[in-house]
């Protein structure tokens, strides 16, 4: 059976992932939108401050009566956020509280319980569905493409990529020694989300920009998707809550044909050819729309196979088959 | 070949790990005492909320007064992206929900109640001085005492609207955000321990 719609997941992915990006846009300029609100001061304010507040209320008038109190339902950023009344975190901010303070504390934990449920099942979706950073550092990525494509000489080292989780282990002792969350300084969401808040409504990038804008530059000098593969400490914790999740994209050896697409496409550098998918996989299905045969699909299982060999409708598998069909009828 | 690379980088991580320790957590101890900036209210004590606070920067995107700002790397790296109010250039009206919506419980969920705010709001006090006050001067003043959120629990007035705090003050920095003198003759000194 050919699971076509599959490949459109990675439509799905891009749509999702703007939409995450365009709402933590939104959500400042409606949080200064509230304020102007709650100061009752349309007359007091800039030509530009009553432009946010114009774009605002033409947004919000037809599905909100009270925008000043219906406006809270949505806050945070995807480090932090309530969503019409449920707070949500990234389990990395409860990992770095955790071991900041050296003490538990429930109510952050449970905020916590939700995105933790969908890595055990979904394995490292976040950073393939949600993260913000992913949606900047794949545009980065594509420059680093073109510039590949212009001739300039674009490194594209591979590092180790059990070094992010020595970023995570080595981020959770220095949080204990300072006690402050350090992986907030350093975590790219965490980082997007507050950058945004600050140009919008702080007045002025802080300096989280400058961190962001160095990972663009190591992604595109010294390797591939680099942050993401060897530096980010939450995609190390992911990467480990997602190790056994249950649904994971494997290859169906009958309709592969050794096209080797799926290595090449992959950002993360993984075997998809040889059934190497492994924790690190963030689900982000680009091998399964390039697949030509529709080989690779999400399926229900808990390991992935070992590597099955050669597909069987590529030239290698194809040998191997004459060659012991030849063994067997010398052998007769 | 690849075990000596992992090998490699656990060396070098070691290594970088134990000097920025050391570096990091001296940093982080330098800026907590004779600090002179107010945390939101609710606040735990100051070492207990740095360590609670993700600097997720929720508490300033429900303000609806804008008094929360955030540090950059001027004050240390610990307290970068924490929250501080200036109160002269804008004042907490005590609305208390920067601690409903903090996630972590650094800044405490507190009841917009007289007494719950009096019993666990403690970013400071407010200290008169006497010598720039206009009402000590004679000349009968009271903005302070008109400004404050809480009259006659916090502060009161004396002879020629002389402002008197009292103990009850919890720092919101409303009167020196209104005291017309320049500089303010009324100012919150931030309690750090916030005890």
Known sequence: ?332 | MERRSLIKYFVVGAIVGATSLSSFARAAQQKTVSSRYLRPPGALAEDKFLANCIHCGKCGEVCPNRAINFFGLGNGLASLDTPYIVPREQACILCMKCGDACPTGALKPIAREVEDIVANVKMGHARVDKNLCLSYQGKTCGVCARACPLPDISMRVGFLETPIVMDACVGCGLCERSCIQIPAAIKVIPDMQRS
């Open chain 1, 1 to 332: 059976m050919r699971h076509t719609w599959q490949r459109h997941l990675n439509k799905l992915r891009w749509l999702i992932l703007s939409l995450v990006f365009c709402t933590l846009i939104l959500v400042p300029f409606l949080h200064l939108y509230q304020t102007y609100l709650a100061s009752h001061s349309y007359d007091l304010l800039l030509p530009k401050e009553k432009l946010v507040y114009d774009s605002m209320e033409w947004l919000t008038s037809p599905f909100l009566s009270d925008p000043e109190i219906q406006l809270e339902a949505v806050k945070g950023t995807v480090w932090s956020g309530t969503l019409f009344g449920l707070k949500l975190s990234d389990p990395l901010a409860v990992v770095g509280q955790a071991s900041a303070g050296l003490n538990l504390y429930w109510p952050f934990i449970l905020t916590a319980a939700l995105p933790v449920i969908f890595t055990v099942i979904f394995g490292r979706f976040f950073c393939g569905w949600i993260c913000p950073a992913t949606l900047v550092y794949e545009l980065n990525d594509n420059i680093g493409a073109w510039l590949r494509k212009a001739g300039l000489p674009i490194s594209q080292r591979r590092l180790d990529r059990r070094l992010k989780y020595l970023v995570l282990g080595i981020g959770a002792v220095l949080s204990a020694a300072t006690g402050a969350v350090l992986f907030a300084a350093i975590y790219p969401p965490a980082i997007i989300g507050r950058e945004i808040y600050y140009a919008v409504a702080v007045g002025g990038f802080g300096g989280g920009t400058l961190f962001f804008l160095l990972t663009l530059l190591f992604d595109l000098m010294v390797s591939r998707r680099g942050f993401c593969r060897y530096l980010c400490p939450g995609g190390a914790l992911y990467s480990l809550l997602g190790r056994y999740r249950i649904f994971r994209i494997q290859r169906n050896v009958a309709t592969c044909n050794d096209c080797t697409k799926c290595n090449v496409v992959c950002p993360f550098d993984l075997d998809p050819l040889r059934d190497g998918f492994g924790q690190e996989c963030n689900n982000c299905t680009a091998c399964i729309a390039v697949c030509p045969t529709d080989a690779l699909k999400f399926e229900l299982k808990i390991r992935d196979a070992v590597n099955q060999g050669p597909g069987h409708l590529g030239q290698q598998y194809r040998k191997q088959q004459q060659k012991s069909e030849k063994v067997e009828v010398q052998k007769i």
